[in-house]
């Protein structure tokens, strides 16, 4: 399983961002899907995930009421809708993928992708 993010860039604070994850040689629907950002020299933090067998979401308490996970099958992708983006949300993000008993606050992911960039001006 490859994964592929997009959806990166540039955006003013209080705006918003829909990041996508693409996956190829697998169905994500078979996989918990987590989504990970990381800023250079910090520690990696687990902002979302989605278990593949009920679809529950979870999310990191900073971003809680402000991101949404979802998942599109038809097209193999998972987004992750960012609003109301805030200097703090300034990462790389990465998505992951594993069959795991729970989702949230662990990188017991087996697949990642590449990260896309989120930057969130002033």
């Known amino acids: 399983l490859q994964l592929v993010e997009s959806g990166g860039g540039l955006v003013q604070r209080g705006g918003s961002l829909r990041l996508s994850c693409a996956g190829f040689g697998g169905t994500l629907d078979n996989f918990e899907i987590g989504w990970f950002r990381q800023v250079p020299g910090k520690v990696r933090e687990s902002v979302a995930c989605?278990?593949?067998?009920?679809?529950?979401?979870y999310y990191a308490h900073s971003v809680k009421g402000r991101f949404t996970i979802s998942r599109d099958n038809a097209k193999n992708t998972v987004y992750l809708q960012m609003n109301s983006l805030n200097d703090e949300d300034t990462a790389d993000y990465y998505c992951?993928?594993?069959?795991?008993?729970?989702?949230?606050?662990?990188?017991?992911?087996?697949?990642w992708g590449q990260g896309t960039q989120v930057t969130v001006s002033s």
């Open positions: 989605m278990m593949h067998s009920d679809g529950a979401t």
């Open positions: 992951a993928a594993g069959q795991l008993y729970w989702c949230m606050g662990t990188e017991e992911y087996d697949y």
